[in-house]
């Protein structure tokens, strides 16, 4: 069976430090990788996803990048974080090429900018 | 207009109520549609597809309304851990992207 996981879990971090978040999936192959957002109380932004290895496209521009060294790592970077940027991020996946494209997510990591 | 519009509630109903929540989309071109579930401070969860002709998961019935575009969740029985908010997501004609709706949140209270 598949699995997403999804490291850290919480991070505290202050504003202007940068910022590393991974995401792996297990148990598939080639999937089609995301990385959300989700603001306290609000729903969910697409920030990025990735249909193969070095294949990223950004939704929304910012401060954040995502690269997609190996087929099931994904990863989120910043330079420097905003006060902005905090918020619960989201990895998810789902099976590329089919027509049901639900999508699977990790567990999220919870981010606050100080 | 939003792509995809949902009441946020939050819905508070007792025990055993029945409610539904509608869920309206702006692509007429979508595909492919979807209720998640997701509990306070926790990831979404698939709760259940929803197909064409509707289709219904124990105490969850879901409906899709082409025309009108718009898609349904039936809850019938609440229980007290069907507590959460409850995501609408609609997918267009690519096979790569959904979109989420902001959410309605339920409180079942006893």
């Known amino acids: 069976s598949q699995t997403i996981h999804q490291w850290p879990a919480t991070l505290v971090q202050p504003v202007g430090s940068p910022l590393s978040l991974e995401c792996t999936v297990e148990g598939t192959s080639n999937p089609n990788l995301y990385w959300y957002r989700q603001a306290a109380g609000r729903g969910l932004q697409l920030l990025f996803y990735?249909?193969?290895?070095?294949?990223i496209s950004s939704e929304v521009p910012q401060n954040l990048s995502a690269s997609r060294p190996q087929d099931r790592q994904f990863i989120l970077s910043s330079k420097k974080l905003l006060l902005s940027d905090s918020g619960f991020y989201l990895c998810?996946?789902?099976?590329?090429?089919?027509?049901?494209?639900?999508?699977?997510f990790g567990p999220g990591t919870r981010l606050t900018v100080l | 207009r939003k792509e995809v519009e949902q009441d946020p509630g939050p819905f508070n109903v007792p025990e055993g109520a029945t409610v539904a929540f509608n869920c309206t989309y702006s692509?007429?071109?979508?595909?492919?549609f979807f209720w998640y579930r997701q509990d306070c401070r926790k990831e979404p969860k698939l709760l259940m597809s929803v197909y064409s002709s509707g289709n219904e998961d124990g105490r969850f019935t879901a409906q899709l309304n082409r025309a009108s575009q718009y898609i349904s969740l039936l809850i019938r029985d609440s229980k007290l851990s069907d507590s959460a908010t409850y995501l609408c997501?609609?997918?267009?004609?690519?096979?790569?992207?959904?979109?989420f709706g902001p959410g309605t949140s339920l409180s079942v209270i006893p």
């Open positions: 990735s249909v193969g290895i070095g294949q």
């Open positions: 998810a996946w789902n099976l590329r090429g089919t027509s049901a494209n639900t999508q699977y």
């Open positions: 997501v609609v997918g267009p004609n690519s096979y790569d992207k959904v979109i």
């Open positions: 692509n007429s071109a979508s595909q492919s």
